[in-house]
């Protein structure tokens, strides 16, 4: 079991960029792969990226390919969202999310949630 705390979110331009940033408390975060979904306003949860526990494997949606990066850094139980030009379209909460699995896209798969970061994107 891990508690994730998102942060980094705000209003921003669009073309700026964003870090977001996940804190995981617990000593087994090396042991989960890591996800970020988000969820816009009358939308469903919708899968951005995911990595695995050493880093090996990323996966990201096709409508964040290109911009978005995740990383992590076990030494500081923190996973890392890196939005660049960012669109109008990004705007939602954001949440990170952890599970046992490799680096599921299916949001199912994940054990534990954040609260969720606003980002919002004005065009």
């Known amino acids: 079991q891990v508690q994730l705390v998102e942060s980094g979110g705000g209003l921003v331009q669009a073309g700026d960029s964003l870090r977001l940033s996940c804190a995981a408390s617990?000593?087994?975060?090396?042991?989960?792969?890591m996800g970020w979904f988000r969820q816009a306003p009358g939308k469903a949860r919708e899968f951005v990226a995911t990595i695995s526990w050493s880093s090996t494997f990323t996966y990201y949606a096709d409508s964040v390919k290109g911009r978005f990066t995740i990383s992590r850094d076990n030494a500081k139980n923190t996973v890392y969202l890196q939005m660049n030009s960012l669109k109008a379209e990004d705007t939602a909460v954001y949440y990170c999310a952890a599970s046992r699995l490799t680096a599921p896209r299916d949001p199912a798969l994940y054990d534990n949630w954040g609260q969720g970061t606003q980002v919002t994107v004005s065009s």
């Open positions: 617990g000593r087994t975060f090396s042991h989960y792969a």
